[in-house]
């Protein structure tokens, strides 16, 4: 039973930092990546970063040199490293894994919701 939980979110002021946190449980190690999404309100879902198993990691253009993503897997963690946050930032994070193409992006949990506000 795949499940995944994001913790980690709050209210922070423009410019300020967290570390989003990721639990995975019930699968397999061997999943071609995990990525990190996020959703404002009124607007799709948006990729914002992903780190494969081999540890490659890709970003959106927003979010290139603030956010970054990392793992552990002895844990079944993931993390989301956000700093230099902006207002545009403010949305529900979510992680979700890319086990296969016939299982891709399948387990969205409930998100943990970042708001940066002054």
């Known amino acids: 039973q795949l499940q995944l939980v994001e913790s980690g979110g709050g209210l922070v002021q423009p410019g300020g930092s967290l570390r989003l946190s990721c639990q995975a449980s019930?699968?397999?190690?061997?999943?071609?990546?995990i990525a990190w999404f996020r959703q404002a309100p009124g607007k799709e879902r948006e990729g914002v970063s992903c780190?494969?198993?081999?540890?490659?990691?890709d970003y959106a253009d927003s979010v290139k040199g603030r956010f970054t993503i990392s793992r552990d897997n002895a844990k079944n963690m993931v993390y989301l490293q956000v700093t230099s946050l902006k207002p545009g930032d403010t949305a529900v994070y979510y992680c979700n894994l890319f086990l296969s193409k016939a299982d891709k992006w399948s387990y969205w949990g409930q998100g943990t919701q970042v708001t940066v506000s002054s």
């Open positions: 780190i494969s198993s081999g540890g490659s990691t």
């Open positions: 019930g699968f397999g190690a061997d999943y071609k990546a």
